[in-house]
Each structure stands twice: as structure tokens, then as C-alpha cells.
């Protein structure tokens, strides 16, 4: 198994441009979700699914939207991008064990905004 | 609102070193309680995981117990190595039959050899 995988691993745009960060799973986990990691601020909820076909928001989700069309993939799309939004973003996918959830993260993509 | 409050770093120690780094949570319900370690350039792993009241997990030569009275969940190691170098990360669960996690800040430990 491969895991979780998410592309691309670096990315610069520039203020305004839109991107999607891709996110893939092949564990056939239910549940998926997106953080991001700053400085002194550990890692916040942007979205997360608990299945194909449904989304919700988490702690941060402003500037951010996400589909979930297959079980495996969740991608994080960038609408317009500023530079609040720079940042290290980790997917994460998790499966439900006797009531309690394990999470698995990707490798993050640290993203730019200049 | 439910939160992780984790011990500033960093935290610099020498080889085989005593290492305990602080974790409390708040106590909205019974939450799972975990503790990741992300290394340099990586993702965050799982490092060990409790589920209820005075479970203990461990790992690697780590350890913390789910301590309910004090609602802690501290990190320790008998003797660190400069291997154990990383961003180490409590997390509660969301509570409920969610999988959301709430992160504490981390802690950057730098063992030296």
C-alpha cells in the first residue's frame, strides 16, 4: 500500500491564482480530512469527508473548497489564493476501530503565496 | 471550546536523557488521546494512543497514561537518542463519532549527542 500520497510536495503561486492540492488514499479509508500546519499554531481542521459524496467544514475553512466524488481521493482547491493561505497542508485518512478513529497523514505540500 | 495545551519547546537534551513533555486537555467527554511525532521534511506519525481512563500507550520507549483527575496525558522516555529529534504532537479526539483531531502547538526536541 502506498498510503496516503498527496501532490504536488512544493508549490508558489502568486496572489489571486487558484491551485488544486491533489490527496490520495488506497487504504479504502471512510474518512478524510485537510489540515494545515503553522508556526506555533499546531495543525487546524480546513475540511474533512466521512465518505464519498460528503463534506463538511472544519475549523478554517475559508478560501478553501473540497470534493469528495470516489473514496480515494480528496482534493483541496484553492479558489484564490493569498498569502494568509501560506502554509504546509497535510491530508489525512482514517478508519473507525471500535469506536475510536486512527489517522494516517500524507507528506504535506508546503505551498506560497507571494 | 475543547483544546490541547502542550509545554513550549523547545527542548534540548542530551543523549539518554529523562525526556517528559507536558500535555492537558480539556474535558468535554471521554476523548481519545494520542500523541504524533513528526521527523524533519515528513508527515506527522502516530506514536501511541489511549482510549479511555488510565490506559497507559506506548511506543518506541515512549510512554504516556491517560490520566483522567488531572486530564493529562504527558510523554515520557527513560533515555533519549539523537533519533528521537523531531516535533512531537499531542492530539484529543473531537468527540463523538467524528474523526477530527485537535492538535496541541508541538514541541521541538533536539537531543544531542
Known amino acids: 500500500n502506498a498510503g496516503v500520497t498527496q501532490t504536488p510536495k512544493f508549490q508558489v503561486l502568486k496572489t489571486g491564482q487558484s491551485m488544486t492540492l491533489q490527496c490520495a488514499q488506497d487504504?479504502?479509508?471512510?474518512?478524510m480530512s485537510w489540515y494545515r500546519q503553522d508556526p506555533g499554531m499546531g495543525l487546524r481542521l480546513i475540511h474533512y469527508?466521512?465518505?464519498?459524496?460528503?463534506?463538511d467544514q472544519g475549523e478554517v475553512p475559508n478560501g478553501y473548497n473540497v470534493s469528495r466524488s470516489t473514496t480515494e481521493d480528496f482534493p483541496l482547491r484553492l479558489l484564490s489564493a493569498a498569502p494568509s493561505q501560506t502554509s504546509v497542508y497535510f491530508c489525512?485518512?482514517?478508519?473507525?476501530?471500535?469506536?475510536?478513529?486512527?489517522?494516517?497523514f500524507g507528506p504535506g505540500t508546503r505551498l506560497t503565496v507571494t | 471550546g475543547d483544546s490541547v495545551t502542550q509545554m513550549e519547546g523547545p527542548v534540548t537534551l542530551s543523549e539518554e536523557a529523562f525526556l517528559t513533555i507536558n500535555c492537558t486537555y480539556t474535558?468535554?467527554?471521554?476523548?481519545?488521546l494520542f500523541w504524533y511525532v513528526q521527523y524533519p521534511g515528513e508527515g506527522l506519525q502516530l506514536l501511541l494512543k489511549?482510549?479511555?481512563?488510565?490506559d497507559k500507550g506506548s511506543n518506541k520507549g515512549f510512554e504516556a497514561t491517560y490520566r483522567k483527575e488531572t486530564t493529562s496525558f504527558h510523554l515520557e522516555k527513560g533515555s533519549v537518542q539523537v533519533s528521537d529529534s523531531a516535533v512531537y504532537f499531542c492530539?484529543?479526539?473531537?468527540?463523538?463519532?467524528?474523526?477530527?483531531?485537535?492538535f496541541g502547538t508541538g514541541t521541538l526536541l533536539a537531543v544531542q549527542p
Open positions: 469527508s466521512v465518505g464519498a459524496g460528503i463534506t
Open positions: 489525512a485518512s482514517s478508519y473507525r476501530d471500535r469506536g475510536q478513529y486512527e489517522q494516517y
Open positions: 487504504m479504502n479509508h471512510e474518512y
Open positions: 489511549a482510549t479511555k481512563a488510565d
Open positions: 474535558a468535554t467527554g471521554y476523548p481519545s
Open positions: 492530539a484529543r479526539g473531537g468527540g463523538g463519532a467524528t474523526n477530527k483531531l485537535i
